[in-house]
């Protein structure tokens, strides 16, 4: 999900990855939220760091505002949607296998909704360029840094990094982030740590909406399969969530407004989620044929409604390579 700098632990984590352009070129918007409790905690904030590729050296991303009544009640129609695609009586959803001070050179800090937010393009300068008077620098910094630099967790080349710092409490809340395509669906779950309670598995609790031309009807996780919900592109449209989309964005480097385009008629929705221990990692997709033939329930019309303050869930979320049935 994130690397937390600060002792604040999120819950309720959701991931919405959904393929935009800009400028004519492909990008990647992740909206990322979750419940975090900044009270009674003794710092000032919840800071925390998300890496996402960045193969291409981009160093100008679009950081946007999930806050907005428009981009809630998006986030709210995608919720309710993908969760009428479960059973009535759901299951966990899982098959188990059993086998310094500031200069021209620091990183501009955005104010983004609830967020305090800077965006380092590189590792170097993650360490070297961000303005931390405006963040709350762990005393550990350097042994939690050390996470990033695991090449088993961040596999690519490079990467850029979100410094994201709460500055109240927030339920059901994040930001989005525009990201240059890596030719892969990435879902940063990984935690800042390899193991609790030394078994080599962390605690998960996160859903994730992967808008896409393709369906599968699973996703392999660690030693689970994922059931994979499918909302067909036809009830997409029907459902108006495309029209709820805010394309506004601000861009990292300089402040400058802009907007992305997002053309989602002919896309599904791919809805799974994870709520078990599992190994440490981050969530990539690779869309293969699957010998695997698991059917998800018929569409429900009605009967959920996303209420956020009914979230009682724990933890946080992750892993790697997916099967996915082409249909194209």
Not at 19 to 47: C, R
Not at 67 to 80: C, I, T
Not at 193 to 212: E, L, R, W
Request: hydrophobic residues 35%.
């Amino acid at each position: 999900m994130c690397i937390m700098m600060t002792i604040h632990e999120p819950a309720s984590t959701r991931l919405i990855n959904i393929p935009v352009i800009v400028d004519d070129k492909k990008y990647k918007l992740m909206l990322y939220t979750n419940d975090l409790n900044v009270s009674g905690t003794g710092a000032k904030g919840a800071l925390m760091v998300v890496p996402f590729p960045n193969v291409s050296g981009c160093d100008n991303f679009g950081l946007v505002d999930v806050s907005s009544d428009k981009m809630k009640a998006f986030r709210k129609e995608v919720y309710e949607v993908c969760e009428r695609l479960k059973p009535v009586r759901p299951d966990d959803g899982m098959f188990y296998l059993s086998d310094k001070g500031f200069n021209r050179s620091m990183k501009m800090v955005h104010e983004v909704g609830n967020y305090k937010i800077s965006v380092a393009n590189s590792l170097q300068e993650l360490k070297d360029s961000i303005n931390w008077t405006q963040f709350d620098k762990p005393d550990d910094f350097e042994e939690k840094f050390s996470t990033f630099t695991d090449k088993n967790l961040y596999p690519e080349s490079n990467y850029c990094y979100v410094i994201a710092q709460a500055q109240v409490s927030v339920k059901n809340d994040g930001f989005g982030f525009v990201y240059p395509d890596s030719g892969c669906e990435y879902f940063p779950t990984a935690h800042e740590c390899t193991s609790v309670g030394g078994d080599g598995n962390v605690d998960y609790d996160v859903k994730m909406y992967n808008f896409s031309r393709k369906r599968g009807n699973m996703v392999m996780f660690g030693k689970y399969f994922l059931i994979c919900y499918n909302l067909e592109h036809s009830n997409v449209e029907h459902n108006g969530i495309i029209k709820l989309l805010d394309n506004n964005m601000v861009m990292s480097k300089d402040g400058a407004e802009r907007t992305f385009d997002a053309y989602l008629g002919d896309h599904y929705i791919n809805f799974f989620e994870v709520h078990e221990r599992c190994p440490n990692g981050n969530l990539m997709i690779e869309y293969k044929k699957s010998e695997f033939k698991i059917q998800p329930v018929s569409y429900r019309e009605k009967d959920y409604v996303f209420n956020p303050d009914a979230i009682t869930s724990k933890s946080r979320s992750r892993n790697r390579t997916s099967y996915f049935e082409d249909v194209n």
